[in-house]
Each structure stands twice: as C-alpha cells, then as structure tokens.
C-alpha cells in the first residue's frame, strides 16, 4: 500500500532478445534524413546508430550474460586493477563521474558493459548505422535492407 493508501501491481513479461525490434520504423533517404533532422531540437533528443533491426540490447546482454551483480563484483574489480596498473590513472570507482569514465574507457576499447551508446548528433548516430558497409555493399544491398538510427525524445 502507498503512502496514498493506493495498492497495485504489475508484471514485467521477458523481452524475446532474439527477435527483431518489433518498432515500425519510417523510411527515409539521406537527403530526407539530412532534411528531417535540420528540423529538430537540439539537446532534447538522443540518437543512436543501429546497421540492423535489432533490438536495443547492450553488447554485456548480446555476449549471453546477464548476472549484472557478478559483472560488478568481477569484472569490473578485475578490469579496474589491470587498467590502473596499465594507465597509471586509479579510476575512483565511488564517484560517479570516475565510474562512469572507467566503464566509457572499457566500452571503448572493446569490453561488453550493460550500457547503450546514445548521441545528441544525427550524423554520428549515422555514422554507426553505416559504420562496416562499404560501397561494394551498398551497390549489392537487397532493395529492402536498412540502417536503423533510433531517436528518443527525452521530454516525453
């Protein structure tokens, strides 16, 4: 019961994580795309770059794990230690700005995290949609293959 005296409850269902995002998109060209986001608000909607339909899974997620407590416990002790000894910098992993640079620097160079990237840049964000498609492979995509950049509006 709520300090309202309101009682209620819910149930969260399991995500098929193998599936496709199951969002319908809208389809637009890189000049209409160029054209709907000189439109936009800046600072107000974060994008991210996808070359697939996925769905929003971080690549911790897409490496088959999903105990974050033993990713906290472990993986980051042990990353932490060999990242100090290698970068000369101790990350203060209690202060948030200082975690949050130490698990950007991991995600960076490689290391499966439970974070997304997101950006305020369309471009960037395209860039990571296209990011390992040369024009060989564009020149030979099927007619209905593309590129998906996510937009989220953080005000709604």
Not at 9 to 38: D, F, H, M
Not at 55 to 64: C, D, V, Y
Not at 89 to 99: A, I, K, M, S
């Amino acid at each position: 019961m709520s300090e309202i005296g309101n009682t209620g409850s819910c149930a969260l269902q399991r995500s098929k994580a193998g599936n496709p995002s199951s969002l319908i998109p809208s389809s637009k060209n890189w000049e209409e795309y160029k054209t709907y986001v000189s439109t936009l608000e800046g600072r107000r909607l974060l994008f991210r770059g996808q070359k697939e339909p996925w769905r929003l899974r971080t690549s911790f997620h897409r490496s088959g794990r999903a105990d974050l407590m033993r990713f906290l416990q472990e993986d980051v002790q042990l990353s932490h230690k060999h990242l100090s000894a290698r970068t000369k910098h101790v990350f203060g992993l209690n202060n948030p700005n200082e975690f949050g640079a130490f698990f950007n620097l991991i995600q960076h160079h490689g290391y499966p995290t439970p974070l997304l990237d997101w950006t305020y840049s369309p471009y960037v964000a395209a860039f990571f949609a296209y990011r390992g498609i040369s024009n060989a492979d564009a020149g030979h995509a099927d007619a209905n293959a593309k590129v998906r950049i996510l937009v989220f509006d953080q005000a709604q």
